[in-house]
């Protein structure tokens, strides 16, 4: 999903002072929290902080954290535990990095922030307990965790965080430069048929064989829409064998750049997951008015409100009852179009985000002086 440069106001220091070093560590993460950090890097590297994102070399190559204006170093242990011996303030995105920061901290005093982008409900069994263990060593060592979700900050404080605080990440703002709708559709075959998009990897929890199921009521509509999945990950061979036997009208796109400008051109979005925060895909469809059907699992309802239609996780027969009554009444779509412009006006700009968490990291230096 794209992300918007955030403005660059005068950089403002107190007299004297070194200009304050944080570390951003990212560790298994998606591209929630990816995109996040490319815009924490921006913004804070034109406020004078100096910025050193440690991930892996294939998140650098997609996000850019250099040319936003921050150092890059390789997540490898070493190197993590050497950039966090020279930080002020180390902010990990999500539980896996925040352990790993934790860690590379041991024996220094310097604070933790740990924000939770995903997580969720644990999966039950040795998996499970193993999950919970991990959030409870993670959230009592750090200074602060910062939840995307209210539910999220209920989670940290039940596993024990000193300091939880709601702390919503920016929405992005929609494709870069114009988009060609008709461009866009002829080339996945959808010219004179609907066009539904979803987003995200394809991982059990993402719901994709949920999506499946409703699909298989869309064959009867005419004319029948096409889903389309921009994602990759370990469930591609099981879908692929489902689309194929069951002659679904689902094409797997694979993992996408433009997944922004497939959004644009889409009649509607569709969010079938076990559980989200703050999805990229909800607050971007929202944002450039496509109509969105998700799940009313985890911050959705609060992102969403009223803007969107939301069903229950796991219902097949609702999902594909949504989508079917959205495609037969466009005053329907052009209302939530509407609704999805004004909720997103009442998000916080990625500069607003970028202020909150500035703000969280002068509180904790200041505590060190």
Partial sequence: MSSSPVSTPVPAQSYGRPPLRTVQVLGGAGAGSSAHVRSLATGLAARGVGVTVCASPEAEGEYDFTGAGAQFTPDAGSALRAVCAHADVVHAH??????????????????????????????????????????????????????????????????????????????????????????????????????????????????YSVLLDAARAWRVLEPAPLVVIAGEGPQRPELTRRIEAEGLPVRLLGRRRDAAQLLAAADLAVLASRWEARSLLAQEALRIGVPLVATAVGGMPELVGEAGVLVPYGDAGALASAVAQLLADPDRRAALALAGHAQAATWPSEDDTVAQVLSVYDELTERRR
């Fill in 94 to 207: 999500g539980v896996r990095a925040g352990m790993r920061a934790a860690l590379a901290l041991r024996g220094r005093r310097v604070p933790l922030v740990v924000t939770w982008h995903g997580g969720g409900p644990a999966a039950e069994g040795p998996l499970g307990r193993l999950g919970r263990l991990l959030e409870r060593h993670v959230a009592r060592a750090a200074a602060v965790v910062l939840g995307a979700s209210s539910d999220q900050v209920a989670l940290a404080r039940a596993r024990g965080a000193r300091d939880a605080r709601l702390a919503p990440v920016a929405a992005p703002s929609g494709p870069a430069g114009p988009v060609d709708p008709g461009k866009v559709r002829a080339e996945l075959g959808a010219v004179e048929r609907p066009l539904i998009v979803a987003v995200g990897s394809l991982v059990p929890h993402r719901g």
